[in-house]
């Protein structure tokens, strides 16, 4: 018997200590890394960091290092020296787009060429994982055992911990309960839970569908601008909305509601990406300058959730072919995509035009 917490409680553990700016260590047999995240970096711990002696990297993805005009030598990051006088606010210029524009001379960055990468990839999964900026510092140790002990800081095994930010974590329900809603009275609301501690994710039931034929669906990712604020620089408040209405008039349906806001890079992130919309950006210019891919939504969760209800086949509401992709690969049968071609605005005109050339929605 032993109440130690495993490589999944440690895993949520990190994630804690990273968003409140302390560090964590990844080691593995032959290496091991010390791992602070520069979002919430401040000058005392680079301070303390620098004072451990070595050299450490700002380790940022390729879509940032693209904008810097910084070497990605290991493909889809880029190891940043940190030169010597470099302060904390450097440190998060690199990582943070925000004045980008106004002081566009951030280098020239040297990039690190030779060396072993998987810890600082694993470090750049980690970040992203707590819905930060994905940037981190970070500096290679000896004796992580003993470095963990001295520091009292979490030490990840790299091994064990890998293939829970690269699976996704197992779901199970939590509870359901009866749920009377403006379109039906019929209604039930499913609450599941990742085993890794992560977001919890709901499923709303409309009616009583039947298991054995496809039911009226449709994924819709958390949109707190949109669905609760009424933004008006999306479709997604009215796009809930009307699939709500339609699996209503239809008497039976599920909606499942992701928390995945911002296409899968958190609310801060998503505000940083309006930020540089403002600025002149595109939704995926935004995006990219940030570090993060156009969507980092994983449908998977979806697919994961149907099942678990006892679902097999969709009718799927949807604009996006990637969520029908998805659900195929996953093992639900997409039987049918209904358009769901709501909530155009005149200052969302831009936004969805974008998503239709670059992302490939059907608008």
């Known amino acids: ?71 990605a030598y290991d493909g889809d990051l880029a190891r940043v020296v940190l030169p010597a006088d470099a302060d904390q606010s450097w440190v998060q210029s690199v990582a943070d787009p925000a004045d980008d524009l106004e002081k566009p001379m951030k280098g020239p960055l040297m990039s690190v060429r030779e060396g072993d990468a998987r810890l600082h990839r694993l470090a750049m999964q980690l970040v992203k994982s707590a819905r930060m900026l994905p940037a981190a510092l970070v500096l290679d140790i000896e004796d992580a055992g003993m470095f963990a002990a001295k520091h009292a800081l979490t030490r990840l095994d790299a091994e064990a911990t890998r293939p829970h930010l690269e699976v996704n974590s197992p779901m199970h329900s939590v509870v359901s309960a009866r749920l009377p809603v403006e379109v039906s009275e019929a209604g039930r609301l499913h609450v599941f839970r990742p085993d890794d501690g992560g977001e919890e994710h709901y499923a709303i039931e409309i009616g009583s569908p ?105 009718r799927l509401l949807t604009n996006n072919p990637n969520k029908i992709e998805m659900m195929r690969s996953n093992g639900i049968d997409v039987e049918e995509r209904v358009p769901l071609k709501v909530g155009e605005t005149p200052q969302n005109e831009a936004y969805l035009a974008t998503k239709a050339k670059k992302s490939g929605h059907l608008l």
């Open 1 to 71: 018997m032993s109440l130690a917490p495993n490589s999944i409680d440690l895993l949520a553990r990190a994630r804690a200590d990273l968003r409140m700016g302390v560090p964590v260590i990844l080691s593995d047999q032959a290496s091991a890394v010390l791992v602070t995240a520069v979002e919430t970096l401040n000058g005392a711990r680079l301070a303390d960091i620098r004072a451990l002696g070595g050299a450490p990297v700002v380790v940022i993805s390729a879509r940032r290092a693209e904008t810097l005009k910084a070497r």
């Open 210 to 314: 039947s298991r054995d034929r496809p039911v009226l669906s449709r994924l819709h990712s958390a949109c707190f601008t949109g669905d609760v604020m009424g933004s008006l620089k999306c479709d997604c408040g009215p796009q809930l909305r009307a699939a709500l209405a339609q699996m209503g008039e239809d008497g039976q349906g599920v909606l499942l509601y992701l928390n995945q806001e911002g296409r899968g890079i958190g609310l801060a992130n998503k505000m940083r990406a309006y930020s540089l919309q403002d600025q002149g950006f595109d939704t995926v210019e935004a995006n990219h300058r940030l570090g993060f891919e156009d969507d980092e939504r994983d449908f998977r969760i979806g697919a994961d959730i149907l099942r678990r209800l006892g679902f097999s086949a969709v």
